[in-house]
């Protein structure tokens, strides 16, 4: 487990009444560098801790902060009785509007969710390439600190993983389309762990399913304990892969470049599918040079089965400036960025411009290519236009190339055999909350 000091440790009264879940909360206490009592709270009790004990005060960028300290942690359970929106509709009576996995964490919400990139029902479809797919959530919250992310200041851990994954077969089972299962994107898992003690048997569970996988996304060094775990070759780990300035002095409680694929070496011999995210790539001063350095290492220690492209993104120049230090980054791909706000204004692949994004992905794709000849490349959360504009170099489309987690990217596929978009089917038979 990761070492950190919270200045407050809260959990829901559903978890100390459950001998597996209190053991699971009273290890991660015990592990803390300095442990604090547990403050035990009833649902009733939910409007003070926002109001009155400021739980939600450090949600801001982390960047902005003078000093960024280790996430208060709250420990509660998934309810799985159909009662989120009523629930929700009681805070929000209370006056308090929190929004996205964050409030569904907080009401016990939220284990699975349906996300329907680029379907009709989908706001951004048009402005970029994702595939629908159910999605795994345990989690909300991080603590690795990196300058540029929202999501410190509160760690929310569930611990009822056995419900969950009972649910979790339910769903699986419905969804016969779905091949991989990305688990958590609002939260970085492996950093409670093994004292949590839940990724695990996720990992497990994996482990004795047929033909359907499990993806953890991650930043961490932290996966020793998860080595001699029955996966079954069940379990892809995807790497966010930065190059050194980028995760010293940006993403500092997060594992360094070398850390991050040390990791991934005793997993992938260990029998894990491993892959590599280059993302978000910050263009550093000396960023080419780092980028070479980071594939070398990637290629002599690893054999990734698939590595995607994805530069910094998901705001304008004005707020990536506050949210870390502007003077790291390369001044003529700053200049373009400010330079080009009403060219970026309608994108979410912003700040940088187009010509700027694709000097970044070609320069990464050749370096690539050096190391491997047939590894296949893709870019992840980017828009159509720059897929349009980068398929001939990567040798796929935005209709059939692999990703890190999408839901049919299983491991060692070259291209998707299946129409993405098609596929994708919402079983509406469920009958289990799980949104």
């Given at each position: 487990m990761y070492d950190i000091s919270p200045s407050a440790v809260y959990a829901h009264e559903s978890v100390v009444s459950d001998a597996r879940y209190k053991a699971r909360l009273d290890r991660v206490v015990s592990a803390l560098a300095n442990p604090v009592e547990p403050i035990i709270y009833k649902d009733e009790d939910l409007p003070a801790l926002i109001r009155d004990h400021h739980i939600l005060s450090g949600r801001v960028s982390m960047g902005t902060l003078d000093k960024i300290a280790d996430p208060i942690l709250l420990f509660n359970t998934f309810r799985f009785d159909g009662k989120r929106k009523e629930r929700q509709e009681w805070l929000s009576k209370q006056g308090l509007n929190v929004g996205g996995q964050t409030v569904n964490g907080l009401l016990g919400y939220g284990a699975f969710d349906w996300a329907d990139y680029c379907l009709a029902t989908d706001p951004h479809r048009n402005d970029k390439v994702c595939r629908p797919c159910w999605r795994l959530h345990f989690q909300n919250g991080c603590i690795h600190k990196c300058h540029y992310c929202g999501f410190g200041g509160?760690?929310?851990?569930?611990?009822?993983?056995?419900?969950?994954?009972q649910n979790l077969a339910k769903l699986v089972e419905a969804h016969p389309w779905?091949?991989?299962?990305?688990?958590?994107?609002?939260?970085d898992v492996p950093c409670l762990e093994p004292e949590l003690d839940c990724l695990g048997n996720l990992i497990e569970f994996f482990g004795t399913l047929k033909d359907r996988y499990l993806i953890i996304h991650t930043k961490s060094w932290n996966f020793d304990w998860a080595l001699k775990l029955r996966h079954n070759g069940n379990t892809i780990i995807v790497w966010?892969?930065?190059?050194?300035?980028?995760?010293?002095?940006?993403?500092?409680?997060?594992?360094?470049?070398?850390?991050?694929?040390?990791?991934?070496?005793?997993?992938?011999?260990?029998?894990?599918?491993?892959?590599?995210?280059?993302?978000?790539?910050?263009?550093?001063?000396?960023w080419r040079e780092e980028a070479s350095e980071t594939i070398d290492?990637?290629?002599?220690?690893?054999?990734?089965?698939?590595?995607?492209?994805?530069?910094?993104?998901?705001?304008?120049?004005?707020?990536?400036?506050?949210?870390?230090?502007?003077?790291?980054?390369?001044?003529?791909?700053?200049?373009?960025?400010?330079?080009?706000?009403d060219e970026v204004?309608?994108?979410?692949?912003?700040?940088?411009?187009?010509?700027?994004?694709?000097e970044i992905y070609e320069y990464h794709f050749k370096e690539i290519r050096k190391r491997n000849s047939d590894i296949p490349v893709s870019l992840s959360t980017e828009n159509w236009k720059m897929w349009k504009r980068m398929e001939d170099i990567l040798g796929s489309t935005a209709l059939n190339y692999v990703c890190g987690c999408g839901p049919n990217s299983v491991p060692w596929k070259k291209q998707l055999d299946v129409h993405p978009f098609r596929i994708a089917q919402k079983d509406p038979q469920i009958q289990f909350e799980m949104l």
């Open positions: 509160l760690l929310i851990s569930m611990v009822n993983v056995e419900d969950y994954t779905q091949e991989t299962y990305l688990f958590e994107d609002d939260a966010s892969v930065s190059a050194p300035t980028q995760s010293s002095a940006i993403e500092p409680k997060t594992g360094t470049t070398e850390e991050r694929i040390e990791s991934a070496r005793k997993c992938q011999e260990a029998g894990y599918t491993v892959r590599y995210k280059f993302k978000p790539i910050i263009p550093v001063r000396n290492i990637i290629f002599n220690k690893t054999n990734p089965d698939v590595i995607s492209l994805c530069c910094f993104m998901w705001m304008d120049v004005n707020d990536m400036k506050c949210r870390f230090d502007s003077s790291l980054i390369d001044p003529k791909y700053l200049s373009a960025a400010e330079e080009s706000i204004a309608d994108t979410r692949s912003k700040p940088f411009p187009e010509w700027v994004r694709a």
